[in-house]
């Protein structure tokens, strides 16, 4: 069966130029008001000329990909304070968070480009929803956001997930592209319909 990625419909996407230092730091924040369970995402991925993908598990920083009692999957240890990371280091996020009722920010996925090998050129930032009984779209999540920050905290991109995005269960929110002269913030804005592998298998 043929499947192509829902794209939100809009202006191409527009790049940010960032700073020329390769070792900056970013910071994605997801926040939701509901007892329903959303998960930040992120990849290690290459892109050349085709598409950013990844092709290892180890470029994989999602919660899907933790090591589990019993579980034949899955690489990521689980830190004693529930956060995990991809094992350069170069992606950290603070844990797994099942509802979005007890924090303002709810995950947050660090970015430090320092650790990012020389193969990376592209990382791709994406939010799903876990569907506990039955699948679910941003439209039934009131509240629901994501924004990227620059290590000063200035807001490089921002979306409301519930208002922009709602037949979807799926978003990739942008991408960061580090090229020769630096860093650059692509706010992507591609909306899915599917699950963790769907989206993916877009990237690999």
């Given at each position: 069966m043929l499947q192509l990625p829902l794209e939100k419909n809009g202006q191409p996407p527009k790049k940010l130029s960032l700073s020329?230092?390769?070792a900056s730091r970013f910071i994605v924040e997801l926040w939701w008001k509901t007892e329903h369970d959303l998960d930040a995402h992120a990849l290690l991925a290459t892109n050349s000329g085709q598409g950013a993908k990844v092709d290892a598990f180890e470029k994989v920083l999602s919660?899907?990909?933790c090591k589990r009692p019993g579980s034949q999957s899955g690489v990521l240890a689980v830190n004693a304070?529930?956060?995990?990371?991809?094992?350069?280091?170069?992606l950290h996020h603070s844990g797994d968070s099942l509802d979005g009722r007890t924090a303002d920010i709810d995950e947050v996925i660090t970015i430090d480009g320092g650790k990012i090998g020389p193969e990376v050129n592209e990382?791709?930032?994406?939010?799903?929803?876990?569907p506990r009984s039955q699948p679910m779209t941003f439209r039934e999540i009131p509240d629901a956001g994501i924004r990227i920050k620059d290590d000063a905290g200035k807001v490089l991109g921002e979306f409301q997930l519930t208002a922009e995005f709602g037949p979807f269960n799926a978003?990739?929110?942008g991408s960061l592209i580090i090229g020769a002269n630096g860093w650059e913030y692509a706010?992507?804005?591609?909306g899915f319909t599917g699950d963790f592998n769907t989206v993916l298998g877009y990237f690999s």
């Open positions: 020329l230092n390769k919660t899907y990909n304070n529930k956060s995990f990371n991809t094992p350069d280091g170069a990382i791709p930032i994406f939010v799903t929803i876990h978003v990739q929110m706010a992507v804005g591609n």
